[in-house]
C-alpha cells in the first residue's frame, strides 16, 4: 500500500509576537545588598542598570500564558487555531511533565502537540527553527514557541560571577504559513566539550538531600570568549545561509548577555548604523530563552523596528549550544 507523506507550507513566517515582563524591579543598588560589587562595575561590564523578577503570584507558567496569548491574539487567531506549543526553558522545577502540555490546554488548543525543549539561552531560535520545519512539512499549521525563564529561583544571590546578571521574563511567537519567504535556515550547532562552563551546582536529589537549591554557576570569562569569537562568526553564517548582506539588515537582535559581547559581536560583523541593535538587557537582565522575542516585541512597541523589518536574531548559552536566524518581524 502505498504510503502518503506529509506537505506542508512553502514558507514559514512570524505572524505575532508577546512579551511578558515580570513586576518586580531589581536595580544595581539593590543587588549590591546581595553582592559586593558596584552600581559602577555592572553597568561598564554588562550594560545592566536594573533586571526584573519574579514578584508574588508570577510564575513561569504564567509568564509563558500571557506572552502566548499575546501572540496569539496579535496573529489574529485563537487558542484553536495551534497545533503545536514548544515551550524553551531551564525553569521548569516538573521534569515531567512538559511546562507545554499544561500551556497547550490552557491557552484552549485543540489538544495540539506540546513538548518543552532545553537549549537554554538559545532556546527560542531552536524552537524558531523547529517551528518552521513544522509548518514546511505539515506536521502543524500553526505553532507557538515560548521562551520562559524564572532564573532568580535558580540563581545564587551570593554568588559575585552570575547574581548580578541573571533576571526573568518570557517571549512568544506564533509561526504560521507564509506566502513568501520569511524566516532564513537556521545555523546552529553545540560545544558539548564546554559542557561545565555553564552548569548547575548539583543534580536536584544530591541538593535536596543537602538541604541546598541547585543553582547555574558560569565560567564567565570562558563563555564571554566562546561569544566573542565564534559565536559572532556565527552570525555572520547567518546572514549568509539566508542570503542576506549586512547593507539589507535592519535589527539586529543577540541574546542579551552582556553589552560588551553585542559590542564585539558588531564590530565582527561590521553592520552600518542604520542597523536597530538591542539593548533591553539594560532594564531587563539577562533572562535567557525570554530575551530575543522580548526584544523583538520592545522594539516593535517602541517604533525602532517596523514589521517588515530583517532581523538577524541569534542566541547561544549553556550546553554550550547556539542557534540562529534571519527573520522577518511581523
Ligand atoms: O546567557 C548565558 C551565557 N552567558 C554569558 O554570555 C555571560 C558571558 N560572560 C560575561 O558576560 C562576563 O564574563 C561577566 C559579566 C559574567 C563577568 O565580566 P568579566 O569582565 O568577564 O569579569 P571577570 O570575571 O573577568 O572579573 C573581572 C574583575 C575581577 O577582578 P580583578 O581580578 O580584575 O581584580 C573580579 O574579581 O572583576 C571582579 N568582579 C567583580 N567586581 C565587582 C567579578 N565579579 C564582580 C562583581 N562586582 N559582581
Redesign the pocket.
Known amino acids: 500500500m502505498p504510503l502518503s507523506p506529509s506537505t506542508g507550507a512553502q514558507y514559514a513566517r512570524i505572524l505575532g509576537i508577546g512579551a511578558a515582563i515580570p513586576s518586580r524591579v531589581v536595580d544595581n543598588e539593590e543587588m549590591c545588598t546581595y553582592?559586593?560589587?558596584?552600581d559602577e562595575?555592572?553597568q561598564q561590564?554588562?550594560g545592566i542598570v536594573e533586571r526584573r523578577w519574579v514578584a508574588e503570584g508570577e510564575t513561569v507558567e504564567s509568564l509563558s500564558l500571557d506572552a502566548a496569548r499575546q501572540a496569539i491574539d496579535r496573529a489574529g487567531l485563537a487558542g484553536a487555531d495551534i497545533d503545536a506549543v514548544i515551550v524553551s526553558t531551564v525553569s521548569h522545577m516538573l521534569q515531567t511533565p512538559s511546562l507545554a502540555a499544561h500551556i497547550a490546554a490552557e491557552l484552549g488548543t485543540d489538544g495540539a502537540a506540546a513538548y518543552d525543549i532545553s537549549a537554554?539561552?538559545a532556546g527560542f531560535c531552536y524552537g524558531l527553527a523547529q517551528a518552521d520545519a513544522l509548518v514546511r512539512s505539515g506536521a502543524a499549521t500553526h505553532v507557538v514557541v515560548i521562551g520562559a525563564e524564572t532564573l532568580s529561583r535558580i540563581t545564587d544571590l551570593s554568588d559575585?560571577?552570575?547574581?548580578?546578571?541573571?533576571a526573568d521574563g518570557a517571549g512568544a511567537a506564533v509561526v504560521g504559513p507564509s506566502d513568501t519567504p520569511a524566516m532564513g535556515p537556521v545555523v546552529w550547532g553545540s560545544d558539548g566539550d564546554q559542557y561545565d562552563v555553564?552548569n548547575m551546582t548539583k543534580p536536584w536529589p544530591e541538593a535536596l538531600q543537602a538541604g541546598e537549591n541547585s543553582n547555574i554557576f558560569?565560567?564567565?570569562?570562558a563563555?564571554?570568549r566562546w561569544?566573542t569569537g565564534f559565536i559572532a562568526s556565527a552570525a555572520q553564517e547567518c546572514l549568509d545561509a539566508a542570503g542576506v548582506t549586512a547593507e539589507e539588515l535592519d535589527v539586529f537582535i543577540p541574546?542579551?548577555?552582556?553589552n560588551?559581547?553585542t559590542d564585539s559581536m558588531l564590530r565582527h560583523l561590521t553592520l552600518p548604523d542604520t542597523v536597530k541593535v538591542a539593548r533591553t538587557i539594560k532594564h531587563y537582565g539577562?533572562n535567557?530563552a525570554a530575551?530575543i522575542p522580548i526584544a523583538i516585541d520592545a522594539m516593535l512597541a517602541s517604533g525602532e523596528a517596523k514589521s517588515g523589518d530583517l532581523a538577524l536574531i541569534i542566541g547561544?548559552?549553556?550546553g554550550l549550544v547556539y542557534a540562529g536566524q534571519v527573520v522577518q518581524l511581523p
Request: hydrophobic share 45%; proline share 0%; charged share 15%.
Open positions: 553582592i559586593d560589587s558596584s562595575w555592572i561590564r554588562t537554554a539561552c559575585r560571577s552570575t547574581a548580578f546578571l541573571f555553564i558560569m565560567e564567565g570569562r563563555v564571554f561569544a541574546h542579551q548577555a552582556n560588551r559581547i539577562n535567557s530575551s547561544f548559552g549553556a
